[in-house]
């Protein structure tokens, strides 16, 4: 009996992402071109730059992963492709290639969610998650929970009013200078921090609801980076190691916190941490000490698929086969697509 392969392709934003899930078996093989270095010149991500750097890297890119793992094209069954939340250009080149090969196979072509992708993503090495959970997305367009009661059915009980959490990390890490993304080589810095010397707010952390804001946490790191004086902090890496490890105590602290609350709210035991954010090591280990002490499951991506990969459409993709889904000529895309739509 022929295999069911899917073809993942995800080009949302800044990473062009390619992957090939094997139903019933799990992830066969991936490859992912990172633009960073590219958008790091302009202090942030350049739609247009993104656009183009995915149009000459996507299909030799496609191409590299059917030759190393000696298959053909016609070896797959389905091909699945982030359709939206993200960057219009981005998300068209994306969607293009997938519909054009789809038809040219003559294979269905499924449009996947992007926020579904990272909220799943903890399937690629966990296939027995228990539903129903409660998900903490955290990247760098989001920061919500969501009551995932079984697959395709989400309910947003929090989300931020402003910044998200991602966000936040790499506005804090350019104002302590750190090239962008900033997220993780702060989260680095802040491993040498000591995070009681400039205790910073932890904002909503007692709000009563499920909600975050991050952006005046970024204007305190701001204001306290003036107070202490610009020029000082930016040449002496103890002071920035310092700030680094109190922001990254506060942002973790709700973060926890909320996670902990939405737990109680419908007596839920099981717990999947997704995104960029979800590879920060920090939160990790609160996360994993708040689980032990109250006694519910955690589950995360490998590190490598918290942020963006080819890797978790194709899953999601393969799921979507799994509830035999089959995709369309013509196509369009949602840059814009509420999870719960
Ligand atoms: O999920 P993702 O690739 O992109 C979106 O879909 O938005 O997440 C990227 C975000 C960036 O803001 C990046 O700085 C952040 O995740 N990030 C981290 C860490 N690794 C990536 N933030 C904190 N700690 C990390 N270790
Ligand atoms: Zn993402």
């Known amino acids: ?11 949302s934003c800044d990473e062009t992402g390619v992957a090939l899930y094997e139903l019933g078996k799990g992830l066969k093989a991936h490859k992912l071109y990172s633009q960073i270095k590219m958008h790091a010149e302009y202090g942030g991500v350049v739609p247009e730059l993104a656009s183009r750097d995915h149009v000459r890297k996507l299909i030799p890119l496609i191409r590299e992963l059917f030759n190393e793992n000696k298959l053909s094209l016609d070896a797959i069954s389905a091909i699945a492709y982030t359709k939206g939340p993200g960057l219009s250009g981005a998300l068209l ?58 697959i395709g059915n989400y309910k ?114 099981s717990l999947v941490v997704a995104g960029g954010v979800g590879a920060n090591t920090e939160l990790r280990r609160k996360i994993n000490q708040a689980s032990k002490k109250v006694g519910f499951r955690v589950y995360y991506p490998p590190i490598e698929f918290c942020t963006d990969n080819g890797a978790m459409v194709a899953l999601v993709g393969a799921l979507r086969v799994t509830e035999g ?4 000529l013509p196509f369009n895309i949602r840059p814009r697509w509420p999870l719960n739509t």
């Open 93 to 150: 080149v994306g969607t293009t290639v997938a519909n054009t090969l789809g038809y040219a196979l003559r294979t269905p072509v499924i449009g996947i969610h992007h926020l579904e992708a990272h909220l799943l993503s903890p399937l690629l090495s966990n296939p027995e998650i228990i539903f129903p959970f409660i998900a903490l997305l955290v990247s760098g367009g989001h920061t919500q929970i969501i009551r995932v009661d079984q």
């Open 156 to 269: 947003i009980l929090g989300d931020t009013r402003d910044d998200a959490a991602g966000e936040a990390f790499d506005k804090t890490g350019k104002i302590l200078g750190l090239p962008y993304p900033g997220g993780a080589l702060l989260s680095q810095l802040a491993t040498h921090g000591d995070a009681t010397k400039y205790p910073l707010p932890k904002p909503m952390l007692n709000s009563g609801d499920l909600d975050f804001s991050f952006s005046g946490l970024k204007t305190a790191v701001a204001q306290l980076v003036r107070k202490l004086d610009v020029e000082v902090v930016l040449r002496s890496d103890v002071m920035k190691a310092d700030i680094a490890a109190s922001f990254q105590e506060s942002v973790t602290d709700v973060l926890t916190a909320k996670c902990c609350a939405a737990l109680r709210v419908d007596d839920f035991s």
């Open 325 to 328: 889904a089959s995709g369309a």
């Open 1 to 11: 009996m022929k295999q069911t392969l899917v073809l993942g392709i995800e080009t």
